[in-house]
């Protein structure tokens, strides 16, 4: 509605001026000037209106659409936390920079796009209705102009790619560096990465100008394109004016309009620039997000699983907490599966272990177990039903230890705390603590950013213990781990094993240390197809 009335004001505004100027030329008088003056400056203080309101509603259809955005990536990463395709530097990146780049879509490229149709539509019905030729002629070369920007658009929205997987690596090669830079001046290899880095924004800023090369030529010849054009038209008035054939009235009206008609296509090849970064990134976030909604294709078999016996209890009881029925996955791209007809059936109280090579599909078993992955093939029971039905309700009676534990409060019982969703006190938090082998640790000790102030090995004892908390005090009845006991001691060790089988839960965890090995009551072996 506001390009339309934006359209008509154009049309009134030309009819206004060629009305006032050819009077002055016809009548060498400035009589009713005055009321020529009022309503130029009415037409102009309507469209002046019209613009800022038509910025409003685009930089309100900006920000609602960005809040949705990221609303909807946060929560397709918090259901696949552990997706590879999206590090968390490439999500801040995306999240931030990448989707505040969709201003220039919403505020510039579509509301130009809306003025493109409607305004040529618009104009070009009043100059026919004052001249057929003229009418023709605009109708003739206005599509040049989107067929230019189809060419130029498919060159812009490659290089915008390449730039955007550019920009994302430097983004990821610096958040890298960051995280591991106390390691890299431990070992003196800090300076050496300045070369790396230097590369990396090396080509960030080539890919940049290329982009902003594309981005000039291309306005340069749009514009040259909408000038010949508006030419023949005025060529072809002027020519008829002197001979008599058209009054000077119509042709002015039909030399202020030509160029409107022109100006919104011209106005959106230029604009797309302005949008293409922000399509890029909401691209790659619509993809991410319909990702995680949608559920892999059927992968074939290359991967298998051994299970032998532990020498924890000899026998498996008959009435299982969790069925892995023929699980199945292959990661989009690879070519063999990472996991092939894995079957587990894990019982109230048992203890398995999983070990396997690098890469041999511990992680990605984990993450079908708590539901985070949908596998290929197969499914995952609880009780008799798929906890794919409702992941959130399962993941309610699970109590998780990562390879990596997050510390993100500010002592060591807050991050306790964390485990339970009931209310628990320092007694409890004691309690649990001393289970895992951190009798040392004292509760109000201060965390700082990524752990800092914690051993490997303080950190995982932390983590035990939150899991711990919630199996006691949440109602969790299944814990999963993975890799719990590295950089800990023998004896902090064989207290986490203790207090573990002590907890009563089921256990599932990834491990290659003897002890650990040892303890289970069944070992499940991944390895490649072929091998033992």
Known sequence: MVGLVQAVALCLQARLLADAISHVFAHHDLVGMAGWVAGLAAVFTLRAGLGWLNQSLAHHASAQVKADLRRDLVRARLARPQEGSLSSSTLVTLT???LDALDGYYSKYLPQLV??????????????SQDLASAIIIAVTLPLIPIFMILIGWTTQKQVERRWKVQTRLANHFADLVTGLA?????????????????????????TMRTLRISFLSSFALELLATLSVAVVAVTVGFRVVFYQMDLQTALFILVLAPEAYLPLRQVGTHYHDAADGMAAADQALGFIEAAQLSPAAAGPARGAAEEPGAGRPSQPATPTI?????????????????????????????????????????TLLSVVMGFLRPDRGRVLSDGVDVMADPVTWRR??????QEPAMPEPTIAANIAMGASCATGPQ??????????????ELE????????????????????????????????????????????DADAEAAVIDSV????????????????????????????????
């Not at 009676?397 to 990562?402: D, E, F, I, N, R």
């Open 183 to 207: 390691t890299l001046q431990v070992f003196g290899r800090a300076r050496g990465q300045r070369e790396g880095l230097r590369l990396t924004e090396g080509r960030n800023r080539d890919e």
């Open 428 to 441: 409890q938090w004691r309690e649990v603590l001393d289970l895992a082998g951190g009798a040392d640790l």
């Open 323 to 363: 069925v892995l029925e023929d699980i199945c996955h292959r990661w989009p791209g690879a070519q063999d599966p990472v996991l092939d007809g894995v079957s587990l059936a894990l019982a109230p109280g048992e203890v398995v272990t999983v070990r396997g090579p690098s890469g041999g599909g511990k992680s």
């Open 96 to 98: 931030t920079q990448g």
């Open 445 to 488: 000790r201060r965390v700082g950013d990524d752990a800092e102030g914690l051993s490997s090995g303080e950190r995982r004892r932390v983590a035990i213990a939150r899991a711990l908390l919630r199996i006691h005090h949440d109602g969790a009845r299944v814990l999963v781990m993975d890799e719990p006991t590295a950089g800990l």
């Open 397 to 402: 009676q699970l109590a998780w230890v990562a």
């Open 115 to 128: 003025l493109a149709v409607i305004v040529p539509l618009v104009v070009g019905s009043v100059i026919l």
């Open 501 to 532: 089988r002590a907890s009563g839960a089921s256990v599932l965890v990834v491990s290659h240390r003897p002890a650990v090995l040892s303890a289970a009551d069944r070992v499940l072996t991944l390895a490649p197809q072929g091998r033992p």
